[in-house]
């Protein structure tokens, strides 16, 4: 199964329509969506190593956005949408009191979420929520989500053969572990907030 799903993947990274589906998923990440845009970026460097960082900048650009809608989320819609995804993730007890101290480490939360398996949407809901200022929500999520996207878009178009192979080779235990990274990330979420 996770072989066919492997090759569903990799055949949709070589699709006309990929970075159109590439954008999609990390915009809509940002804001709602549990599944990162790393399930289909990475397969898309590894088809296509020579666009490997334009895969990596269409990734960032389309999660900035994304993540201002998380923040409008936050900012124009928090009793109807914004407070069930918080709850989703399991944040809405703890939201009054961490929301009062937010603002101040608002900056440090928005890098570290968007750079770790932390889900960056409770993050981008959260600062709309705080009134997080703008221009600073903005610089470090282009901050962030550059760095996680660019990191591996470099590493993947250095190491391509090795890379694949050892995915390939490999598929068992990269599903395992980027399972237990998604899950550690809500995990984190949960307890951490």
């Known amino acids: 199964m996770i072989r066919r799903l492997y090759d569903w993947t990799m055949a949709l990274a070589g699709h006309r329509h990929a970075l159109l589906a ?11 969506f549990p599944i990162p845009p790393d399930i289909l970026l990475i397969p898309m460097i590894i088809a296509a190593p ?6 990596a900048l269409v990734a960032t650009v ?17 009793d109807t949408v914004g407070e069930p995804v918080l709850a989703f993730y399991g944040m809405t007890a703890e939201f009054e009191t961490f929301s009062e101290s937010y603002n101040a480490w608002g900056a440090w939360a928005v890098l570290i979420a968007g750079v770790t398996p932390f889900p960056y949407k409770v993050i981008t809901i959260l600062s709309g929520t705080t009134q997080l ?61």
Do not use: H, N
């Open 133 to 193: 200022s703008l221009p600073v929500f903005i610089v470090a999520s282009i901050v962030a989500r550059g760095l996680r996207f660019f990191i591996v878009a470099a590493l993947l178009w250095k190491f391509d053969a090795p890379i694949r192979d050892f995915i390939e080779r490999r598929l068992g235990l990269m599903f395992t572990l980027a399972l237990a990274l998604l899950i550690g990330g809500f995990a984190a979420v949960k307890y951490l907030g």
């Open 50 to 55: 020579q666009r490997a960082f334009l895969y």
């Open 62 to 78: 389309a999660s900035v956005l994304g993540g201002l809608a998380g923040y409008g989320i936050g900012f124009f819609l928090f």
């Open 22 to 32: 590439l954008a999609a998923v990390a915009f809509i990440e940002s804001s709602v």
